[in-house]
């Protein structure tokens, strides 16, 4: 399943340097120590294509000095 530099978890290409995993005598790759724990614990897979997806439903990026004005901007569309 698993194709070759890629994280187990991610499915990113690994282009850092690998985190190698020896569990229940099967040798595992993820790109980080972070993606082994998460695989560790059993969080479900998201995949980077999701979790992009995901922040561009959730996250806004707004420098602080615009913030009032995205926030002003909410409140006058609500008056
Ligand atoms: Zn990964």
């Known amino acids: 399943m698993n194709k070759k530099g890629e994280c187990e978890y991610c ?3 690994i282009t850092g340097k690998p ?3 020896i569990l229940r005598n099967k040798k595992h790759v993820y ?3 972070f ?3 998460l695989y560790f614990y059993g969080v479900p897979t998201i995949s980077y ?3 992009q997806k995901m922040y561009s439903f959730y996250c806004i990026s707004v420098p602080m000095q615009d913030f009032r004005k995205v926030l ?3 409140k006058t569309e609500e008056d």
């Open 11 to 13: 499915s990113r290409l």
């Open 19 to 21: 985190v190698n995993k």
């Open 31 to 33: 790109c980080s120590e």
């Open 35 to 37: 993606c082994f724990r």
């Open 49 to 51: 294509d999701n979790l």
């Open 72 to 74: 002003n901007g909410l």
